[in-house]
């Protein structure tokens, strides 16, 4: 995929077939003609050299379930987080560990 930024204006062009798929998947999940559009949002860090991945989140689009790790439970109740996403979520004492972003959150407490 070849992006081309020009001040204010992203341009992405899709340099095979299954780009050109997902680019077409990603406009009509973020255009919507009748109401309003979607936004994306960045989440997380983009360090190509951590890992050469840039994540964002679309805007007005719930998320999916929250799993948790049942292996795993909280020593304390606290404010936990993903210091991914910065998603945060209230956990007891004694309740499993919220996953996100494929990893544990943590107690920020």
Not at 42 to 58: C, D, H, S, T, W
Not at 84 to 95: F, Q
Request: proline letters at 5%.
């Amino acid at each position: 995929m070849k992006i081309t930024i020009d001040k204010n204006v992203v341009e992405f062009v899709p340099e095979n077939n299954e780009e050109t798929s997902s680019l077409t998947t990603l406009w009509r999940v973020m255009v919507d003609c009748m109401k309003d559009n979607k936004k994306l949002e960045p989440i997380g860090e983009y360090v190509p050299e951590k890992e050469n991945l840039a994540r964002f989140v679309l805007e007005g689009i719930k998320g999916g379930r929250t799993e948790y790790a049942h292996d795993q439970q909280a020593p304390a109740a606290g404010t936990y987080y993903c210091a991914v996403c910065n998603k945060y979520m209230n956990v007891k004492a004694g309740a499993d560990l919220p996953l996100c972003c494929g990893r544990i959150m943590e107690n920020m407490d």
